[in-house]
C-alpha cells in the first residue's frame, strides 16, 4: 500500500525549472504531507523544505530563493516548485508526513529522480 504518491521528477539542463507533487493517501487518517527531502548519491538524506497545515514554510539555506513549497489541504497534496536549478540539486527527492497523534508514524514517499545537467 502506497502511503505517499510522488511525481514530477525528471532530467532538466541547469537553469531550468521542475514541479514536484506528493499526495497523501486518503485511506490513511490524519495523515498530513509537510515536507521535502533529498539524496544525493552517496551522501546523507538532507532536508529540503516544510510547511505546515496553516501555511508556515521553512527552506533549507541552499535553495531559498529558488525553491516554494506549496500546499492544497483539501487535496492533502504538498507541491515543491525548483526554479534556477543546479547540478548540485541532482537527488531523489523524498517527501515526508511526520507522525501524528492519529497516525502514530511518519512516511516516507518512493522517492523521485531529479536530474540536472550541466
Known amino acids: 500500500q502506497v502511503q505517499l504518491v510522488e511525481s514530477g521528477g525528471g532530467l532538466v539542463q541547469a537553469g531550468g525549472s521542475l514541479r514536484l507533487s506528493c499526495a497523501a493517501s486518503r485511506s490513511i487518517f490524519g495523515i498530513n504531507v509537510e515536507g521535502w527531502y533529498r539524496q544525493a548519491p552517496g551522501k546523507q538524506r538532507e532536508f529540503v523544505a516544510t510547511i505546515t497545515s496553516g501555511g508556515s514554510t521553512n527552506y533549507a539555506d541552499s535553495v531559498k530563493g529558488r525553491f516554494t513549497i506549496s500546499r492544497d489541504n483539501a487535496k492533502n497534496t504538498v507541491y515543491l516548485q525548483m526554479n534556477s536549478l543546479k547540478p548540485e540539486d541532482t537527488a531523489v527527492y523524498y517527501c515526508?508526513?511526520?507522525?501524528?497523534?492519529?497516525?502514530?508514524?511518519?512516511?516516507w514517499g518512493q522517492g523521485t529522480q531529479v536530474t540536472v545537467s550541466s
Open positions: 515526508h508526513a511526520p507522525f501524528t497523534r492519529a497516525t502514530m508514524r511518519e512516511y
